[in-house]
């Protein structure tokens, strides 16, 4: 079954930077397009990045763009977010996302707070 398991949220000082994993299990990763999603409390899940499966395409949300990197590598199954710069309004739940034809799936979600 896909599994996905994000890591490396926490508490960061506003300007500072975090890098996001997500690895996944359970199919053939290089095969899919991968995205990271967030939610801030109150507001609706938005996507934040998307890049395909051989790495390329890399698409980001206005807000973030400058400032944060997708990228992956398919030899670790292995899904990263680079966030420099981060600001307060970057705080919230990130999510790793694949989707197929007639579903998708989410892993659990890491927190990511931005504070002084």
């Known amino acids: 079954q896909v599994q996905l398991v994000e890591s490396g949220g926490g508490l960061v000082q506003p300007g500072g930077s975090l890098r996001l994993s997500c690895v996944a299990s359970?199919?053939?990763?290089?095969?899919?397009?991968m995205s990271w999603y967030r939610q801030a409390p109150g507001k609706e899940r938005e996507l934040v990045a998307s890049i395909n499966g051989g790495g390329g395409s890399p698409n980001y949300a206005d807000s973030v763009k400058g400032r944060f990197t997708i990228s992956r590598d398919n030899a670790k199954n292995t899904l990263y977010l680079q966030m420099n710069s981060l600001k307060p309004e970057d705080t919230a739940v990130y999510y790793c996302?694949?989707?197929?034809?007639?579903?998708?799936?989410w892993g659990q979600g890491t927190q990511v707070t931005v504070s002084s």
């Open positions: 359970g199919f053939t990763f290089s095969s899919y397009a």
């Open positions: 996302n694949t989707r197929r034809v007639r579903s998708e799936y």
